[in-house]
């Protein structure tokens, strides 16, 4: 009988969620770009939330690779915990990642972190050069009965047939656009009072004011160069089987302002996450549907809802940057499975948890105290835990051996 697990330490974070056991890591400090409002949060007690998370996204796909994440050995290779000593959170090595944005939101987290600081560096070195960035949001209609996989389909081509028209081409011209980076987000409205469904929706930073006056970047210039995207935009939606998109919402192009406030928002590791990670404000996103089912596991919805979007959504570019713009910008080319590998930069190596250690961690689901305990109190906290969990694993780790093998999708 193994002995009993300590209880995690009382406390809030400034959403209201628990922290993880022993958790005292730095407590970090963003401002909000837009309203200037202090962002203070504990890194460890989200990051014991998103493993929280995988694992309800592991009961709902039980046969991917995300299913697997962070729970099997890397063949050859040890569990080892890593603190990072600038910023005091901990990370494992040798265990097995998926690397998908769009199914684990433990590694989104970290994918996500690192894609933020590739835009804003390469958006720093565009304005020092004399440039301007815009923000586009392109959206199309959506029904609560559209196929989301068919309707991806049409937004694709509409998206292709966009980026090759003429008289769109002449805008970016007049723009100065030397490239453009793309984000996919989506929510789902079934929360809300007019239900719609699925909102795929793309937003595109504009690399622009190239070779032209930045003088004409004013609002009325905007205004002109919105009106005339959104009448082609609107088109090649309806000749994709789209629809016509609303004047209102179809079609939004803002200046360098929004497009800063969005992309230093865009992946920080906090719940303030962009894209499909954020909590939205109209209507749910995928990770929504994991918090929903995690809190009440009759949502069988969230759980038919999540497994559609990870199908659909499966092989999918978040970020897509146009070519020749990461190289101008000396953006290190690596995929977004290389990212989820990368131990924290700056990390100290604690120490290793072996094979019997490592299928009592599983049995309790104790990976995210693991690391808070790491953070904490150092590698002694990790051994305090480990010895009070001992045994818990003795049947065998639930979900399948610990010990690795292959990175197949099962």
């Known amino acids: 009988m193994p002995k009993s697990v300590p209880a995690p330490q009382v406390g809030r974070n400034f959403q209201g969620e628990a922290p993880a056991l022993g958790s005292n890591a730095k407590f970090v400090v963003r401002h909000d770009p837009e309203t200037g409002e202090v962002l203070t949060h504990d890194p460890m007690a989200a990051r014991a939330m998103r493993f929280a998370m995988q694992s309800a996204a592991r009961a709902i796909l039980p046969k991917t690779r995300t299913?697997?994440?962070?729970?099997?050995?890397?063949?050859?290779?040890?569990?080892?915990?890593?603190?990072?000593?600038?910023?005091?959170?901990?990370?494992y090595s040798g265990l097995q990642t998926c690397g998908s944005v769009w199914a684990c939101p433990v590694c989104a987290a970290k994918i996500a972190e690192r894609r933020r600081a590739e835009l804003i560096g390469a958006m720093t070195a565009h304005r020092a050069s004399g440039g301007t960035m815009l923000l586009l949001t392109l959206t199309t209609p959506h029904q609560r009965s559209d196929d989301l996989g068919q309707l991806l389909e049409r937004q694709t081509k509409a998206l292709q047939r966009f980026w090759a028209d003429k008289a769109v081409r002449g805008v970016f011209e007049a723009m100065?656009?030397?490239?453009?980076v793309k984000a996919l987000e989506v929510t789902h409205g079934r929360r809300s009072p007019h239900n719609n469904g699925w909102h795929p929706h793309y937003h595109v930073l504009l690399f622009a004011g190239s070779g032209v006056d930045l003088a004409r970047f004013d609002g009325p210039q905007l205004r002109d160069w919105a009106v005339r995207l959104y009448l082609r935009w609107s088109?090649?939606?309806?000749?994709?089987?789209?629809?016509?998109?609303?004047?209102?919402?179809?079609?939004?192009?803002?200046?360098g302002s929004k497009a800063a406030a969005y992309a230093s928002k865009?992946?920080?590791?906090?719940?303030?996450?962009?894209?499909?990670?954020?909590?939205?404000?109209?209507?749910?996103?995928?990770?929504?549907?994991?918090?929903?089912?995690?809190?009440?596991r009759t949502d069988t919805q969230a759980a038919a809802l999540f497994r559609e979007f990870a199908e659909r959504f499966k092989g999918k570019r978040q970020l897509r940057w146009s070519p020749g713009l990461k190289a101008r910008f000396a953006v290190e080319d690596v995929t977004d499975e290389q990212l989820a590998e990368r131990v924290e930069e700056g990390a100290e190596y604690l120490g290793t948890i072996s094979l019997e250690q490592w299928r009592d961690v599983l049995a309790v689901?104790?990976?995210?105290?693991?690391?808070?305990?790491?953070?904490?109190?150092?590698?002694?906290?990790?051994?305090e835990y480990l010895e009070a969990i001992r045994g818990a694993g003795a049947g065998g780790a639930p979900g399948g051996s610990p010990n690795g093998g292959t990175r197949g999708d099962g």
């Open 365 to 383: 689901d104790g990976r995210a105290n693991v690391l808070a305990c790491a953070a904490a109190g150092g590698w002694p906290a990790v051994r």
């Open 235 to 255: 088109a090649l939606c309806e000749r994709a089987g789209l629809g016509v998109p609303s004047f209102e919402h179809g079609l939004k192009l803002h200046d």
């Open 67 to 91: 299913a697997k994440c962070l729970r099997l050995r890397v063949r050859g290779q040890d569990v080892q915990v890593w603190r990072s000593t600038e910023y005091g959170t901990a990370s």
């Open 266 to 296: 865009w992946g920080l590791e906090d719940e303030m996450t962009k894209g499909h990670t954020k909590r939205a404000t109209h209507g749910e996103t995928p990770f929504d549907f994991l918090r929903s089912f995690l809190a009440d």
């Open 176 to 180: 100065g656009v030397l490239g453009q």
